[in-house]
């Protein structure tokens, strides 16, 4: 399981904790001080998936690209590549704890869900899939908005996606297939 150790200005009080360790450390997670825009890594958990503005995404976009992961992966999923995203946020299941690292990965998988380009689905389904597991967890707020993207994707067709036990593997093409086995 993949944690990432955040380093910014602001230490953030996890939100829901099982008092169990995330996993083994990995790479840390620098965020440039005041280039953030205000609670743009909480938006995953905290908007309903048809509420996104121009003004959220763009947010979303100065997040991802302000953040610096030493993780390979972090820069095809700040660039938007689904896989990358993908891979990186099934590393961190199961969820035990809300903090800066989740919402870092999270926020990352958000953009590729909210852009115009390949897999959007697959990304769409992470994001509900790990809300589910933090709603579980306990978070009421994440129920609601896991709801929302359950909703989106019913209304998407993307109703046995959602069903299905490896909810992703059949969205990515095979190339994208191929990158996410290797860095998962």
């Not at 008092?19 to 083994?24: C, L, T, V």
């Not at 280039?35 to 121009?54: G, K, M, Y």
């Not at 700040?78 to 891979?87: F, K, L, P, W």
């Not at 998407?156 to 969205?171: F, G, S």
């Amino acid at each position: 399981m993949l944690s990432l150790t955040a380093v910014s200005s602001k230490k953030r009080e996890p939100d829901c904790d099982t008092g169990a360790s995330s996993g083994p450390s990995s790479a840390p997670v620098r965020l440039s001080p005041g280039s953030r825009a205000p609670q743009a890594d909480r938006l995953w958990r905290s908007r309903d998936a048809d509420a996104f503005t121009d003004a959220d995404r763009e947010a979303i976009r100065s997040f991802v690209s302000a953040a610096v992961v030493d993780d390979p992966r972090w820069i095809g999923a700040s660039t938007g590549n689904t896989a990358d995203a993908t891979a990186m946020a099934v590393a961190v299941w199961p969820v035990q704890r809300l903090d800066a690292d989740l919402d870092a990965v999270m926020t990352a998988l958000l953009n590729c869900a909210l852009s115009n380009g390949n897999n959007t689905k697959a990304a769409a389904i992470i994001l509900f899939q790990t809300l589910t597991q933090v709603g579980a967890r306990g978070k009421r707020s994440c129920k609601s908005v896991a709801a929302s993207w359950q909703n989106k994707l019913r209304r998407d067709d993307y109703e046995e996606a959602i069903r299905r036990r490896q909810p992703v593997r059949h969205l990515l093409n095979s190339s994208e297939h191929s990158q996410a086995v290797k860095a998962a």
